[in-house]
């Protein structure tokens, strides 16, 4: 079965620090991986997603993550912290011939001056 | 920019009662989702629906659950008898092709409250 686990449920950042959120993946078969992002009193919003064609995946708002295979990792990086950036960053997996997300509990990021 | 909503924002009922909780896709998009969010919990997938038919559901999808897409733009999700442990926060989605790599649109979604 997949599955999906993101460690830390709140991330602090000061304004221009790097963002670093984790994810790791759980599949007996190749994943592909998204990262959603939610903005207060709005849906999930897709950031980038992972399909097998590169390892490093570029997404918006200067967000990108890197496939690891031998870590089962799925990390979210930004290099510079905007105040923007403050909303709840969730992981997810879909595999095979299913149409289903399965999602991780979610990060909270906070962004302070 | 097209985007899918979803009503009520908020819904309040009695333990027992029938709830309906309404999603307007993207109009060009033909496969369809129903997730939850309990509270501090993971998103959980409930069901999927093309053509009419359901394509998947999850073992939370009951009896009690029931979808319909009783027109050209609706997609709703029915509860029938609400029970406490179903107070979530509810999101539709939608897709324009089938396929683990394909983008779902979410919604804003519905927060339902059962006392």
């Known amino acids: 079965a997949q599955s999906v686990t993101q460690l830390g449920s709140h991330v602090s950042v000061s304004e221009g620090a790097l963002v670093l959120l984790r994810c790791n993946y759980s599949?007996?078969?190749?994943?592909?991986l998204f990262w959603y992002v939610q903005y207060p009193n709005q849906g999930l919003q897709l950031l980038l997603k992972?399909?097998?064609?590169?390892?490093l995946v570029k997404g918006i708002n200067g967000f990108e993550a890197e496939f690891k295979k031998s870590e089962t990792s799925f990390h979210l990086t930004k290099p510079s912290a905007h105040m923007s950036d403050a909303a709840e960053y969730f992981c997810a997996v879909s595999v095979g011939n299913t149409d289903k997300l399965i999602f991780g509990t979610g990060t909270r990021l906070q962004v302070f001056p | 920019e097209p985007e899918v909503t979803q009503t009520p924002s908020h819904q309040v009922t009695q333990m027992g009662q029938e709830v309906i909780l309404r999603c307007v896709p993207i109009?060009?998009?033909?496969?369809f989702y129903w997730y939850r969010q309990i509270l501090g919990q993971k998103v959980e997938f409930l069901v999927s629906?093309?053509?009419?038919?359901?394509?998947?559901k999850s073992e939370i999808f009951d009896d009690q659950f029931s979808v319909e897409r009783p027109d050209g733009s609706n997609f709703t999700l029915k509860i029938r008898s609400t029970k406490l442990e179903d107070s979530a926060m509810y999101f539709c989605a939608s897709s324009s092709d089938r396929g683990s790599y394909n983008e779902q649109f979410f919604g804003p979604g519905t927060r339902l409250t059962v006392l």
């Open positions: 629906f093309y053509n009419n038919e359901i394509s998947e």
């Open positions: 992972y399909t097998s064609a590169a390892t």
């Open positions: 599949s007996s078969v190749p994943p592909y």
């Open positions: 109009s060009n998009h033909l496969y």
